[in-house]
């Protein structure tokens, strides 16, 4: 089992900066693929960026491509997402998981094994 806790997220002016946090603990953090999935208020979880289990491979939803960085440090458990270039409508609730390689679909938000509390983001015009 793997335990998943995001931090970072608040209020923040379009065109600011935000970092989130997710640490793991549980069975090996460092043979999962993680992502960031968001969802807005009424809307379907959105796949927004994932890494690979070695941090070497990573991949973006277009509309955050040049604006948001995933990061992990396996030493830590940890996942890290920066945050450019805000804007309204990245404001939902933003969730940390992941999965093994052999369940999840990576732009499929269901098929991701293991879930943090999420935490949310909101971005002012």
């Known amino acids: 089992q793997v335990q998943l806790v995001e931090s970072g997220g608040g209020v923040v002016q379009a065109g600011g900066s935000l970092r989130l946090s997710c640490a793991a603990s549980?069975?090996?953090?460092?043979?999962?693929?993680v992502a960031w999935i968001r969802q807005a208020p009424g809307k379907d979880r959105e796949f927004v960026t994932g890494i690979s289990e070695s941090g070497g491979r990573s991949v973006y939803v277009d509309s955050v491509k040049g604006r948001f960085t995933i990061s992990r440090d396996n030493a830590k458990n940890t996942v890290y997402l920066e945050m450019n270039s805000l804007k309204p409508e990245d404001t939902p609730i933003y969730y940390c998981?992941?999965?093994?390689?052999?369940?999840?679909?990576?732009?499929?938000?269901?098929?991701?094994?293991?879930w943090g509390q999420g935490t949310q983001v909101t971005v002012s015009s």
């Open positions: 549980g069975r090996a953090f460092d043979r999962l693929l």
């Open positions: 998981a992941a999965g093994r390689r052999t369940v999840v679909r990576t732009y499929q938000p269901t098929t991701y094994e293991y």
